[in-house]
T-cell receptor, first 113, second 115 residues
Framework: DQQVKQNSPSLSVQEGRISILNCDYT??????FLWYKKYPAEGPTFLIS?????DKNEDGRFTVFLNKSAKHLSLHIVPSQPGDSAVYFC????????????FGQGTILTVHP | EAEVAQSPRYKITEKSQAVAFWCDPI?????LYWYRQILGQGPELLVQ????????DSQLPKDRFSAERLKGVDSTLKIQPAELGDSAMYLC?????????????FGPGTRLTVL
């Protein structure tokens, strides 16, 4: 039973345009959500997070939106740059999980110059 | 900048052999995590330590996997015997807080190939 799903395995975007990565979750106990970026041969790097008391969090070119009623979150990258090309994972935490993160399968983002 | 250290970066072994991975978390981080990432999937938690105590090992295959963090600092993950299905990236992460709202910092991982 996959509690966090990223249904798009890959996304291709032109440099300067917006990238939108989506994530759905099923566990209503989740109350904190994070996005990580991963380059090949490296560990995941924290990007941005959002608490369930908010519906939007912004950090520079990165904005995360949370729709609790739909159990859906999205990451917007504007403008996209070739250096953003990586695998993006959404992750969720909450309830009595003692900080355990549950990850989605990842979306490969490719930004073309 | 403080980082999570892992070694080795790559390990090739034959099935039925024993393998061990080492992790040194960011100094002062009380919580340490071991994740396994199979190609095409997201990381999955194997074991979580708070200081030297295990707080979650529900997904750890205890018949062949073991993990320890004896002094509450660095940690070792062992597989004995290794099986073909254990081929994956093994990631270590640490954080300064074990509550729900935590940012975990990941090491570069150990890529294990079992032949």
């Amino acid at each position: 039973d996959q509690q966090v799903k990223q249904n798009s395995p890959s996304l291709s975007v032109q440099e300067g345009r917006i990238s939108i990565l989506n994530c759905d979750y099923t566990n209503s106990m989740f109350d904190y959500f994070l996005w990580y970026k991963k380059y090949p041969a490296e560990g995941p790097t924290f990007l941005i997070s959002i608490s369930s008391i908010k519906d939007k969090n912004e950090d520079g070119r990165f904005t995360v939106f949370l729709n609790k009623s739909a159990k859906h979150l999205s990451l917007h990258i504007v403008p996209s740059q070739p250096g953003d090309s990586a695998v993006y994972f959404c992750a969720a935490a909450g309830g009595t999980s003692y900080g355990k993160l549950t990850f989605g399968q990842g979306t490969i983002l490719t930004v073309h110059p | 900048e403080a980082e999570v250290a892992q070694s080795p970066r790559y390990k090739i072994t034959e099935k039925s052999q024993a393998v061990a991975f080492w992790c040194d978390p960011i100094s002062g981080h009380a919580t340490l995590y071991w994740y396994r990432q199979i190609l095409g999937q997201g990381p999955e938690l194997l074991v979580q330590f708070q200081d030297e105590s295990v707080v979650d090992d529900s997904q750890l295959p205890k018949d062949r996997f073991s993990a320890e963090r004896l002094k509450g600092v660095d940690s070792t993950l062992k597989i004995q015997p290794a099986e073909l299905g254990d081929s994956a990236m093994y990631l270590c992460a640490s954080s300064s807080y074990s509550g729900a709202y935590n940012e975990q910092f990941f090491g570069p991982g150990t890529r294990l190939t079992v032949l």
